[in-house]
């Protein structure tokens, strides 16, 4: 029995300039994984609302504080972790929302739990969390020589 691989990750610091580059590697990994066109907008909107999240509350525009993005290709699908410095966090305390309320703002977990099959949030250590969220496809992963 061989170890898992270890993830695709990205480390940026928590700079909401930097969304688009956690948002084209996020794409990049979908595209490693030969996941179709829905699936991978799905998982890059998932990403980009927790990373927003992640920036704009949990770090509370802190640029110094770094979001951490890993991705785990799996036959079954995709499994992304998002590592923040933010204050302990618990996603059940987020209501699930009717879609059909109108209000502005307050969607990015709507959002996350309505695309992705999984979604769970852990405290890590004194400060942090680890935001978990899993979409369930067929990966097929696959390297260009030369790409």
């Not at 480390?11 to 990994?29: H, N, Q, Y």
């Not at 302990?88 to 309505?114: C, Q, S, Y």
Request: aromatic share 4%.
């Amino acid at each position: 029995m061989g170890s898992e691989p270890a993830p695709w990750t990205l480390t940026i610091p928590s700079d909401l300039r930097l969304l688009g580059l956690a948002r084209a590697f996020v794409e990049a990994i979908c595209q490693i994984a030969n996941l179709d066109e829905r699936t991978t907008h799905a998982i890059v909107l998932a990403t980009d609302e927790a990373t927003n999240n992640v920036m704009r509350h949990a770090h509370q525009g802190n640029p110094d504080a770094q979001v951490q993005l890993q991705c785990y290709l799996r036959p079954d699908g995709i499994e992304i972790h998002l590592h923040d410095e933010g204050q302990p966090f618990d996603l059940a305390n987020v209501p699930h929302l009717d879609p059909a309320e109108l209000r502005v703002g307050g969607r990015g977990v709507f959002i996350m739990r309505t695309v992705m099959d999984e979604l769970t949030c852990h405290p890590r250590g004194e400060r942090g969390n680890i935001l978990r969220m899993v979409k369930r496809c067929s990966c097929r992963v696959s390297y260009s020589a030369g790409a």
